[in-house]
């Protein structure tokens, strides 16, 4: 592959949801992107169910061939409007939560409790309550001390939770820094090499049922061989945990496949599907795993129009500020993330003359959505669409600058809808309260 950024050509040939009509215009998912632009402003986001649905069908295709039961979560982080989780959940998708929040909010779009997981770091007693009295499928706990207030409040509750322990494997994603979980001195999960301790402690305790393990080592994760050293690893302790007399039911191998933004060339599902086969499909366990990125990530788009240019002098690159910003997608700023960005009109003859910065109005000299990108000369009210902003774009915005939350459209087979309102001005501060002594003043 050439380290040419990718043509015109070759991001639609990659998206085949994307094309320009006869009229330039461009259509996502067979929507014309500036009627929505016209009757929602922007910026505003767009979500594409069918895609969803596509997507959801092509990965538990790609596992049917595994001889074990596999089980899909999904991450609800990546997005969690309820519309997103109803979709998944009618595709046969359970959740994976990450608070006790996103579980109040799973079992609210109609995932039942039993097909919830439960992972993260410093979950609060009153979420594993919660998460014991509704009876979810898993905790993954994340530490001894974990395990400690598991089993203390199970005993209190009554009740026997199911519980697996999350590893943290020692094994580089090869990610970026800020979204690499498994490795040495990263914060989540058990060291590996302490679980077997834990293992038979959670495994002999009459107030925890000990099903297994999981791992969860990294998001967009674009090569094999990570999820391949982390099949082995798990596959290597629940041997040996066997050999230990300790039964082991349920094998969790976590999220984290890539997409392509750019140039990545992330491994195929049907490839992932084979690598979690060979290693743990024949151990006679349960196999589950907790995609959100891979599922959410191609079905959103961020649409967004030009306020103005801000010339820079040769060889610099021109401003174009645009009306989205880090709050509304923080990925660029957070991860430098790369995200494609295609206009909605495809202008003809206007041929890039140099390259152009977009940057979003707010105050942080940060908020800058892509850079140097070569587009076709953009001025005052042209409309852009961001692309692959699916996953972890909705979810993170903030109103930071008292920017209210963008709208959010729901698009099938041609049907439009408002699934979240642009945010009003007003309840950006309607629960703010003014101390009492200031009436005195
Ligand atoms: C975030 C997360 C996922 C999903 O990661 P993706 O990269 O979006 O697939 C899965 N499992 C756990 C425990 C997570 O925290």
Known sequence: ?????????????????????????????????????????????????????????????????????????????????????????????????????????????????????????????????????????????????????????????????????????????????????GREGDKFGIDWREAPTLSRMAARDPHLDFIGLAAHIGSQITSIAPFEAACQRLAGMITDLRADGIAVKHVDCGGGLGICYHQEAPPDITEYARVIANHLGTLNVAISIEPGRWLSGPTGILLTRVIDVKAQPAPRSDFVFIDAAMNDLARPALYAAWHEVLPLHAGGSRKPEKAQTLAGPVCETGDILATDRVLPPLSRDDLLAILDAGAYGAVMSSTYNARPLAAQIMIEDGKIAEIRQRQTLESLWEAERLPDWFKAE
């Open 1 to 181: 592959m050439s380290n040419l950024p990718p043509s015109l050509v070759e991001i639609l040939q990659s998206r085949p949801w994307l094309r320009y009509d006869t009229d330039a215009a461009l259509i996502f998912d067979g929507v014309r992107l500036q009627d929505i632009a016209a009757q929602y402003d922007t910026p505003c986001w767009v979500f594409s169910a069918s895609i969803l649905r596509a997507r959801a069908r092509a990965l538990k295709a790609a596992f049917s061939g595994i001889n074990q039961p596999i089980s899909m979560h999904y991450a609800v982080k990546a997005n969690d409007h309820r519309a997103t989780l109803a979709i998944l959940q009618r595709e046969g998708f359970g959740a994976d939560v990450v608070s006790g929040g996103e579980l109040r909010k799973a079992i609210a779009a109609g995932i039942v409790p039993f097909d919830i997981v439960f992972s993260g770091v410093g979950k609060k007693d009153a979420e594993l309550t919660l998460a014991i009295e509704t009876e979810i499928g898993v905790i993954n706990v994340e530490s001894r001390e974990e395990l400690g207030r598991l089993t203390s409040l199970a005993t209190r509750l009554g009740k026997r939770p199911k519980v697996a322990l999350r590893v943290n494997p020692h094994i580089d994603a090869g990610t970026h820094d800020k979204i690499s979980t």
